[in-house]
């Protein structure tokens, strides 16, 4: 079974940063998205970030100059660095990639089971 764990969530005041991991328990080296995304309950989930593994990056223009997004292959991790933390930043985070390789078995588009970030005014 694949998974991705995610960790670093928890309750910041505004103006504060908050790092978040995930970790995989394959390898996420190959040719790859991965991305982070955010929900609140009743809304849509929303794409943060997202990185190639040729490491080209986009963001919500909601986040950018704030968050950044970034991965260690050789430890199957992948981070969110969270500055500048505004309470409308509060929500679960998920990260997300297309594709991880377990023992020579590829898994797709797998998710992990999210963090909570809450951003106090």
């Known amino acids: 079974q694949v998974q991705l764990v995610e960790s670093g969530g928890g309750l910041v005041q505004a103006g504060g940063s908050l790092r978040l991991s995930c970790a995989a328990s394959g390898s996420i080296s190959f040719s790859n998205t991965m991305r982070w995304y955010r929900q609140n309950p009743g809304k849509q989930r929303e794409l943060v970030a997202a990185m190639t593994t040729g490491g080209i990056t986009n963001y919500a223009d909601s986040v950018k100059g704030r968050f950044t997004i970034s991965s260690d292959s050789a430890k199957n991790m992948m981070y969110l660095q969270m500055n500048s933390l505004k309470p409308e930043d509060t929500a679960v985070y998920y990260c997300?990639?297309?594709?991880?390789?377990?023992?020579?078995?590829?898994?797709?588009?797998?998710w992990g089971q999210g963090t909570q970030v809450t951003v106090s005014s």
């Open positions: 997300n990639v297309d594709q991880v390789v377990v023992a020579g078995t590829w898994w797709y588009n797998q």
